[in-house]
């Protein structure tokens, strides 16, 4: 493997620390116990000396004669450290030497090291840490991109997004606001389970692996099992299998986890994302509508301390109660096109008209989809419900009450892009059947995410489902939401990525560009 000079001048670093007897690598546990933070927090200058033990990585170091300065970074953050040579060694002249040598010639930007010592402020006011003691915990062989500044001008800013989605690890370590994103992906999470959890809904896992792609129109990624000699789909959607559990007696089931989609990508698309499915018994989705709102509202809270969010320039407010809108009326409302009562052929004529580029593998609630999505879906920023979807459009939803032709479903818009999906489930199992073969007319068509039909699901429904609404969403991109990010790749920690053109022998990023903008199919977000 060739290196570069740096990387040459680490590794003989490394052989003399060896040498030396300093292993670069130690097993024993070091026993930290105090993080950046909290020193600075629980400061106290009239208070006596605290002593501290500390680990971090080392992010910059000022060398000025016996004295030095060094910023260490751990989990929490920055902290500055003071070391001297003669606090470090105070008395052994030989150890002063290893000192120096180590200190100033052996250690680099980068490297792990512990402190112990006491908790002052210096001369300047800043809250640091008097090194008492110096460990060598881990010798990083390769430098950092750290941002570097001269005369005004910024060098070796580490911001292409291509290296920044390949190289997370350093990503996290060199960019402010990065780690913080996806501490607040997990605040997200952790609230939306403690909602569910408090409404007394169960947590449930279900197969990723499915002999039949259901829950959502999409194509699957396939592979072979050897042993069973059939082909299993990656899981497109957990719906028909929550939905077996609801027949199985449970009131309110829900999963969090990922789902697959062998799709485009792009900046609202990965294959590979995440995804809470919750179904519960006795409820419509009138009701889902609201619960949705009260627990969005508690997110944002919970996230932000306010319901209110940045994005680009949109400012999004949670607070509910949400605008409810027909997507028949909403079409109607951008186009002057009434949709309502026309048939196959007329809807693919306005299709056309209003710019969709349609094929003959296009039924109805293909043709209704595209020209909402050509023609209304980035307008609405301000969180809002879309109701009453054909019933062409929505093969696993039950019939509206009193508006013939049409679904009880909705999919929540926020910021021009869909959130979530939800419906009144279908639980009448002669129409399920009827519906699924509906798809498969559709399939022959040629429309290549149409649904197959699932006899199994189709049997458990026959032994009776009770009343039930359900609903999707998509957790990356309401993570995007609450941090104001404007990629899925940016709150991903390892989004999807085309190889890199060259390897040259070594794992290092090419300047190549991100596939993230290449053509999407349909929502990988959507439930239905």
């Not at 990065?178 to 997200?188: D, Q, Y």
């Not at 409404?199 to 042993?227: C, K, M, S």
């Not at 719906?239 to 609801?246: M, N, S, T, V």
Request: include cysteine.
């Amino acid at each position: 493997m060739e290196l570069n000079d740096q990387e040459q001048f680490r590794r003989e670093s490394l052989k003399e620390l060896r040498n030396m007897g300093i292993d670069p690598y130690p097993a024993a546990m070091y026993p930290t116990n105090a993080f950046s933070k909290e020193i600075k927090e629980n400061f106290r200058d009239d208070a006596e000396p605290r002593d501290v033990c500390i680990a971090g990585r080392m992010m910059s170091r000022r060398i000025m004669g016996k004295a030095s300065f060094i910023e260490l970074m751990d989990s929490e953050g920055r902290i500055q450290v003071y070391i001297t040579r003669d606090d470090i060694c105070p008395e052994d002249d030989e150890n002063k030497e290893t000192y120096n040598k180590v200190f100033k010639k052996l250690l680099d930007i980068g490297d792990f090291i512990g402190i112990e010592g006491f908790v002052f402020r210096t001369q300047m006011g800043e809250i640091s840490v008097h090194a008492k003691k110096l460990t060598v915990l881990s010798k990083s062989l390769r430098p950092l991109p750290i941002v570097k500044y001269k005369d005004g001008v910024v060098y070796d800013r580490f911001d292409d997004p291509d290296q920044r989605y390949r190289r997370r690890c350093i990503d996290l370590v060199v960019n402010e606001g990065v780690k913080e994103t996806f501490l607040k992906r997990t605040k997200v999470i952790r609230t939306l389970r403690s909602v569910l959890d408090e409404a007394g809904y169960t947590e449930v896992e279900t197969p990723i692996l499915q002999p039949i792609p259901g829950g959502a129109n999409a194509r699957p990624f396939v592979t072979h099992h050897n042993t069973l000699d059939m082909a299993l789909y990656c899981r497109i959607a957990t719906e028909l299998y929550l939905k077996r559990l609801i027949v199985g007696g449970f009131e309110g089931v829900y999963e969090i986890g990922k789902n697959f989609r062998n799709e485009g990508m792009d900046r609202n698309h990965n294959p590979e994302f995440t995804c809470v499915e919750l179904y519960v018994a006795y409820k419509d989705y009138n009701w889902m509508m609201d619960f949705t709102e009260r627990l969005l509202e508690k997110i944002a809270l919970e996230t932000n301390g306010t319901t209110k969010v940045k994005i680009g320039d949109n400012e999004v407010d949670f607070k509910a109660p949400y605008r409810r809108l027909p997507i028949l009326d909403a079409i109607k409302e951008r186009t002057g096109y009434d949709l309502n009562g026309l048939s196959e052929n007329e809807v693919r004529d306005i299709a056309e008209r209003c710019g969709v580029e349609v094929t003959p593998a296009m039924g109805m609630g293909k043709l209704i989809d595209e020209i909402f999505g050509e023609t209304c879906e980035g307008t609405f920023i301000q969180p809002t419900f879309i109701i009453d979807y054909p019933i062409e459009m929505s093969p696993l939803t039950k019939k509206h009450r009193s508006k013939s032709g049409l679904t009880e479903r909705f999919e929540l818009m926020v910021n021009g892009k869909e959130l979530a999906n939800a419906y009144s489930e279908l639980n009448d199992p002669i129409d399920q059947y009827e519906r699924f073969q509906e798809q498969i007319k559709l399939s022959q068509k040629g429309d290549d995410e149409a649904m197959l039909i699932d006899r199994d699901f189709v049997r458990a429904l026959e032994y009776g489902m009770p009343p039930t609404s359900g609903i999707g969403i998509g957790i990356d991109r309401l993570v995007m939401l609450m941090t104001g990010q404007q990629a899925i790749q940016e709150v991903v920690f390892f989004p999807q990525m085309r190889p890199e053109s060259s390897m040259q022998g070594r794992s290092e990023c090419s300047s190549q560009t991100c596939s993230a903008e290449s053509s999407s199919q349909k929502s990988p977000e959507n439930k239905d």
